[in-house]
């Protein structure tokens, strides 16, 4: 069955790659023409969102050098540690809703110093599963749409992202224990 599955999911990205160009053709879409088109519409917007991709990336870094972090991290380690959460992870928490590189750079530094199999090793890598780049999202694609209000969206992302934490420690602790 594992191998049926796998030799089935190897051939689902190249068959669609191949039947959508196909069925465009059978409709009578001019498909070459209809491809350049849509790459030179992702061109501009690409153009755009790079001030708030800018943005974004300075604030991480900022955050980042001044040690803002770690200082957040120390002071609220026992509340973490208590929580099964590594004080270590707790950058790694507040960074991955700003920037999926900065949070990446940040899990394969937890990596490095606990070793991938370690219970924050592995508490870093469900975390990054579990939660998103939300405010890297609101301010590329919202602003890449022009969406000047975002509304409930950024409290709904937090709130998306902590219930992503929360999960992430707590599958983690019933599968992999405490340490």
Known sequence: MIRALQA???LVVPALL???PWYAYLKRVPVYEEFVRGAARAFGVGVRIIPYLVAMLVAVAVLRA???LDYLS???APLTRSLGLPPDLLP???VRPLSGSGA???LAEATRVHGPDSYAGRLAAVM???TETTFYVLSVYFGAAGVKRLRYAVTLGIIADVAGLLAAVTVCRLTFGNN
Do not use: E, K, R
């Open 8 to 10: 089935v999911s190897a």
């Open 18 to 20: 191949l039947l959508i």
């Open 66 to 68: 001044s040690g803002a």
């Open 74 to 76: 120390s002071a609220v």
């Open 92 to 94: 790694l928490a507040l």
């Open 104 to 106: 990446l750079a940040l």
């Open 128 to 130: 990054v599963g579990c």
